[in-house]
């Protein structure tokens, strides 16, 4: 009996089991259908193109952001490289007006266009290196000078120059008798350190340019730049020549490193006559020499020498002055008249210089032009036959200037340049400081006589 109850509990139980668990499955499902979500079987599934997509949107950002890099180089390289070449027409608009700008400069002689020229490469010399001076490079420069007043105005010349130069210097005179004492007692008292000087006979020059019929004041002593080719050493290859009556007022080397802008056939710097003289229209049937525009100034002149001999210079001038004179029939500004009708027939041979290189203080001058500051200055030239007293607006500047210089003690000028080596010139008129002063010295001691001794 027992048995049997047990029999029936274990069969009713099971039966529960059965019924119960499939229940209890069946709710449990029910509920949790709303977090549990099958396994996606397909790539068609929902659940894959969900994944699927957010891949596909990586990768697009991750390629965009590739494009932006490259991008962002691309910008780099194209701001570190050089400015691009301009397209054909705006290569031409640009020559274009590259031409009215010059144009305009020849027709006003102002050098406007110069000084423009110069801002821009002031502008851009962070990436345009500009061309400078060596540091114990020497300058050479020519000056003619004969008599007492021309020795006088090339004393306060050679003050300016000095007062403001930094580097080695040679001088070249054309000197008569009279000059050559002056000047050469001059630089043996001076005893200024890294300055040459040579001499060379004007006398000997005369028969090369006598016979050309001169009424400019200078006399035949204003003819002889013409012949410094001939002149002057063979071995020197550039020199910068210089009226007695100039006065610097910038360290001449800036004028020096203008012979790097020589171009082509270019063999002579001037700066354009600034006055109405070449034009013709000065007075009634004035009748001036050939010249190309407004003519040029030969105060101040950068000659390239090896070029001009090659080019037979001596010829051509002298070809062209017996040309002219046969209806000229006289020079009326000296070397002037024959190197711009010279520059007339071959204009490829002048490099025109800025105008404040050669601020000319003549009659009907229009050098008020040529500057706005007195940084703008860098040279003065006297022109006028009325010198310190011609008409100018700011001629009482002017003339301080040149007399700060005239009264000038050349002994303070007497300055070592630090980091040239010093060379002594047999052909100078230098001598050393230290040669003298032991002259001195045996001289007192020979007037003297022999010093007490101690005892």
Not at 165 to 177: E, Q
């Amino acid at each position: 009996m027992l048995g049997m109850c047990r029999g029936r509990r274990k069969f009713v139980a099971a039966s529960l089991a059965l019924i119960f668990i499939p229940a209890l499955t069946w709710l449990y499902l029910s509920s949790a259908n709303f977090t549990v979500k099958p396994l996606p079987l397909s790539p068609l599934d929902p659940q894959s193109s969900v994944l699927i997509g957010a891949a596909a949107e990586h990768q697009d950002l991750a390629l965009r952001l590739r494009d932006v890099e490259e991008h962002n180089h691309a910008l780099r390289r194209e701001i570190s490289l050089p400015p691009r070449v301009p397209t054909h027409s705006s290569h031409h608009s640009n020559s274009r007006q590259g031409n009215q700008l010059h144009t305009h400069s020849t027709e006003e002689g102002t050098g406007d266009s110069e000084a423009n020229k110069g801002a821009a490469s002031g502008n851009s010399s962070d990436c345009v290196p500009q061309p400078v001076v060596n540091k114990c490079e020497t300058i050479h420069i020519a000056i003619v000078c004969a008599g007492y007043n021309a020795s006088r105005d090339v004393v306060t010349l050679v003050k300016s120059v000095l007062f403001h130069r930094r580097n080695p210097l040679h001088f070249h005179f054309i000197t008569d008798s009279i000059a050559r004492k002056i000047l050469a007692d001059l630089f043996h008292t001076w005893m200024v350190p890294a300055v040459h000087v040579n001499f060379y006979d004007a006398d000997e020059l005369k028969s090369e340019v006598s016979w050309i019929p001169n009424k400019h004041y200078s006399g035949i002593y204003g003819l002889m730049k013409l012949v410094l080719t001939k002149t002057l050493p063979s071995d020197l290859q550039k020199v910068i020549v210089l009226d007695t009556d100039i006065t610097f007022a910038t360290d001449i080397a800036e004028l020096w490193v203008v012979f790097h802008k020589f171009k082509g056939q270019q063999v002579l710097g001037l700066v354009e006559n600034q006055s109405d003289w070449y034009l013709g229209n000065l007075w009634k049937n004035h009748r001036p020499w050939p010249a190309l525009g407004r003519g040029f100034n030969t105060g101040v002149i950068l000659l390239l020498l090896d070029r001009l001999r090659k080019l037979k210079w001596e010829q051509m001038w002298r070809l062209t002055a017996e040309r002219e004179l046969m209806s000229m029939l006289s020079t009326s500004l000296a070397d002037q008249d024959i190197f711009n009708a010279v520059i007339k027939q071959n204009p490829f041979l002048v490099h025109q210089l800025p105008c404040f290189w050669n601020v000319q203080l003549s009659d009907h001058t229009r050098s008020e032009k040529c500057y706005k500051d007195v940084s703008d200055l860098k040279v003065i030239h006297w022109n006028s036959p009325k010198k310190l007293r011609v008409k100018n607006k700011h001629v009482e500047f002017f003339r301080n200037l040149y007399l700060t210089f005239l009264e000038y003690d050349g002994n303070l000028l007497r300055r070592e340049l630090f980091g040239c080596p010093s060379e002594t010139d047999h052909n100078s008129e230098n001598v050393s400081f230290t040669s003298l002063c032991c002259q001195l010295l045996l001289l007192l001691a020979h007037q003297s006589g022999p010093l007490p001794l101690r005892r």
